[in-house]
């Protein structure tokens, strides 16, 4: 038998097969052709839980894709094809799936046969997604949940998956729990963040960090320096003093108008003078779009919520949920006590002058002074995350052969899906992320 090195990519929310395309060829260029001794390269774009089966869960999502590993695996030997070698590269909620994935493998003794090579994600929440000082994102927060069906409630942590009653996001940066074993037998782990403009999925939670170091990057006297091979890849970053910084020009009030864009999806946008008539309708197309949009998530959240009950009482397998769940009856350890609070209070983690969320109680009263720094309100970039969340950082930062490359996509309303090409014939400025896929490909262990 020949031997293969398996490659698994998964799309994320909302997402299907042809959204990683791009991120197909770019592998298949790189690596398809080359063989490293007798093992070839075969990628499979994971297809069953794809469009509106992304709202059942990372769980549910997992399962369907591990499933789908195990086909592919045995319809290969049946070639006379021996998967011995096995990779994952998530994008968005496609990085926790692969998170899951990886358990359920790991449980069915896949690893003791195949070995782990290559785990990458690009722009996945891996603490979930954070809450932000803004109304935004406590509306987002609160409606998220009700209009994502079991994947919103996972992605804002709000789900009670373990019989701990622990959030999914938090089980899987456990290191007692098989999730995080199986990720840390993987030699390779590298994950892609977008260092600003993703409005999905930011830098805090894809870059697993509890602080933002590009939040005011224009203000701050930030200095980076680029891979010069590799297009919007940050080589290298660091703090100047902010007397040195540089501030850009304000740009004049006619050009501020030639230059304004509507906050709508991409194909609604136009250029100037078309953006004045766009905005002139925008009391039309605002409120059209927000019932249309509110109307179409809680139809499909419906749809998901009536799937996952048929699933629940057809399912026949043990799944993992219930495997932890007899495991976190039986052992009672320190780790898990420290996630025994889940719906915490969420804390500013900025250093913010007169703050210090480690430091709860003070021997000496606060002067006047103090507490009027202390209430301060934080930056808007500065994430309000869990006692939870900071844990989930923690861990996995704690994990030796993680590998960090933060993106940069200046000039991009919403970079999310710039980084892996996601849809290049319909907005050709995605193929700006194809320096960061050449980036992933070329650092690829075969």
């Not at 373990?162 to 938090?170: I, K, M, T, Y």
Request: aromatic residues 8%; charged residues 25%; hydrophobic residues 35%.
């Amino acid at each position: 038998m020949s031997d293969v090195h398996l490659l698994v990519l998964i799309h994320g929310m909302w997402g299907n097969p042809s959204h990683l395309a791009h991120v197909n060829k770019i592998i298949r260029e790189v690596k398809g052709e080359v063989e490293d001794g007798d093992v070839k390269l075969e990628v499979l774009v994971a297809e069953t839980n794809k469009d509106e089966s992304t709202y059942d869960g990372i769980d549910w999502g997992g399962e369907r894709v591990a499933e789908e590993i195990r086909q592919k695996t045995a319809d290969l030997e049946k070639e006379g094809r021996k998967v011995t070698r096995f990779s994952v590269t998530g994008y968005s909620l496609g990085g926790l799936v692969a998170r899951y994935v990886i358990g359920v493998l790991h449980q069915s003794k896949f690893f003791e046969t195949v070995q782990p090579v290559n785990f990458n994600t690009l722009a996945t929440p891996h603490i979930g997604i954070p809450r932000f000082p803004s109304t935004f994102s406590s509306i987002s927060a609160f409606l998220g949940p009700k209009l994502l069906s079991r994947s919103g409630e996972q992605f804002f942590c709000v789900d009670k998956w373990s019989p701990r009653g622990r959030p999914l996001v938090e089980v899987l940066a456990d290191p007692d729990r098989i999730f995080y074993q199986a990720l840390i037998l993987f030699p390779n782990i590298r994950i892609y963040a977008n260092a600003i403009n993703d409005l999905t999925v930011p830098y805090v939670t894809s870059g697993i960090s509890a602080e933002d170091p590009f939040g005011d990057y224009e203000k701050n006297g930030i200095k980076i320096d680029f891979h010069e091979e590799y297009k919007h890849v940050i080589k290298s970053y660091s703090a100047v003093p902010l007397s040195s910084a540089t501030t850009k020009e304000p740009q004049r009030w006619y050009e501020s108008i030639r230059n304004m864009r509507v906050p709508l999806p991409p194909r609604f946008q136009a250029e100037f003078p078309l953006n004045l008539a766009v905005y002139a309708l925008l009391p039309i197309l605002f409120p059209t779009f927000i019932c249309l949009a509110l109307i179409r998530l809680s139809f499909q959240s419906h749809q998901s919520r009536g799937r996952l009950r048929h699933l629940e009482a057809q399912s026949t397998r043990e799944r993992l949920v219930h495997i932890i769940g007899k495991l976190e009856s039986e052992l009672e350890s320190a780790a898990v006590d420290l996630y025994d609070d889940p719906a915490g209070t969420p804390i500013a983690t900025s250093r913010i002058s007169g703050v210090d969320p480690a430091n709860k109680a003070s021997s000496t009263k606060p002067t006047k002074g103090q507490q009027k720094k202390s209430q301060s309100k934080p930056p808007p970039y500065q994430p309000l995350l869990t006692p939870g969340q900071l844990q989930c950082i923690e861990n996995l930062n704690n994990i030796p052969q993680l590998k960090k490359e933060r993106t940069f996509f200046e000039g991009v309303r919403n970079s999310h899906a710039v980084i892996v090409c996601r849809d290049p014939k319909m907005f050709k400025h995605h193929l700006e992320g194809e320096g960061v896929l050449r980036h992933w490909a070329d650092h690829f262990e075969l």
